[in-house]
Structures are given as C-alpha cells and as structure tokens.
C-alpha cells in the first residue's frame, strides 16, 4: 500500500508503458443522466489542468442532468467515440447515473474492447459494482467502490483504501475521494512529475 490510501499491486510494467508514451494522451469520461458531478468534473478538471484532451461523451442527450439537478453539457456522444482509441476511460458513479452506463451497449462494446487491448480503465462509487462487475469488467481484479455497494464486488479490499488500483483498472470509493482518484490516474497517464505539479496547484496533497 502506498502513502494517502491509495493501494497499488506490485510493479506494473503497464503504468511505466502509459507515462513513458510521448503521444498526445487523449481520455473519456462517459456521462449520463444521473451521474454524481463531483466525480465526473474531478476527472475533467485534473486532466484539463495537465493539458490533456477529455471527451465527455454522454449515453443519453448531450446536455444530461446530475444526481443533484445540475445540468452538463457533454461534448459529444458515445456514439462519435467508438472508433476513437482512448489512453483512459474513467467512469463517475451515481445513481441512476451509474445504471444509465451500465445499459448503454456502445459504452459496454468500447470498454471491452479497450480492455482486452490492455489499456487503463477506472471507475468511482457505484460504477465498480453497477457497470464494472456486471459486465465482467473486473475478473480476477481487486476493486473498491462506494460502502453501500463494495459488497457486490467480487474480490473486493479493504474499504478505507482510498484508490485500489490492479493490472489495468483502477476503481475509488465515492464523492469525497474524487481527486485523489483524478489525480492517480492522472499519474498513471501523465507521470508522478505532472501529477505533483497539477496537485501543487490545486494545494492538493499527494505523495
């Protein structure tokens, strides 16, 4: 277990991969009607800081609403991202936000793909055990997620870890943990030194 929480497997060529690229990182953020804001935005406030391009791409309309009423306008469809190839895919939770991913097929169709070539997907709260877990997405991976939910996970940690991450998927546990989420999966993607530098910025604490 590494320092704030956060829970690493043993040494992952797979992240050393990711931040050793020199391409332009490109990442998605799937929404949907229901979906929790602070997670969603977390994820595209952290990688927009790092200079990264995010596509929000919505299951539903392009302007979805929030868990708590607020309105956001996506940028695109997740119909306009299937032949996009993404370095991330990092799903927010909420309900029924999380449920609304969960049946969206395009989505489902580009996470597995995206797992099969081995690329870094993560999800936060209920979207571990909604959309993750129901779909197959977590097999023979260790997980965390929200409280009310991380009982439905099948190889499930210790709840207090703050990020769990394991081969190429990385799940958090809710609202409260949002940017450390972004910010490990910003590290993953971008490296420890621009991880450091967005966190510095925000007066983040990290390790």
């Known amino acids: 277990m590494g320092q704030d929480g956060v829970l690493l497997n043993s040494y992952n060529p797979f992240t050393k991969r990711l931040w050793e690229d020199s391409m332009e990182k490109k990442i998605l953020v799937p929404v949907a009607d229901g979906i929790e804001m602070v997670e969603a935005l977390s994820i595209v406030d952290v990688f927009r800081r790092a200079g990264v391009q995010v596509d929000i791409a919505s299951v539903n309309d392009r302007v979805i609403t929030s868990s708590h009423n607020v309105q956001i306008t996506a940028d695109m469809t997740i119909d306009e991202c299937v ?105 993953m993607v971008m490296g420890d030194e621009k991880k450091r530098e967005v966190a510095k910025a925000m007066v983040a604490d990290v390790e």
């Open 83 to 187: 032949d996009t190839q993404y370095d991330l895919i990092a799903l927010p939770g909420g309900l029924p936000g999380a449920e609304n991913l969960k049946n969206s097929e395009v989505l489902i169709e580009i996470l597995k793909r995206h797992n099969e070539a081995n690329r870094l997907y993560g999800a936060i709260c209920a979207s571990p055990a909604v959309v993750l877990q129901h779909h197959g997405l977590l097999e023979g991976k260790k997980a965390t997620g929200h409280p009310l939910f991380v009982a439905d996970l099948s190889q499930r940690v210790d709840s207090s870890e703050k990020v769990v991450m394991d081969k190429n998927c990385v799940t958090s546990r809710g609202a409260g943990t949002a940017i450390d989420f972004s910010l490990e999966l910003l590290g």
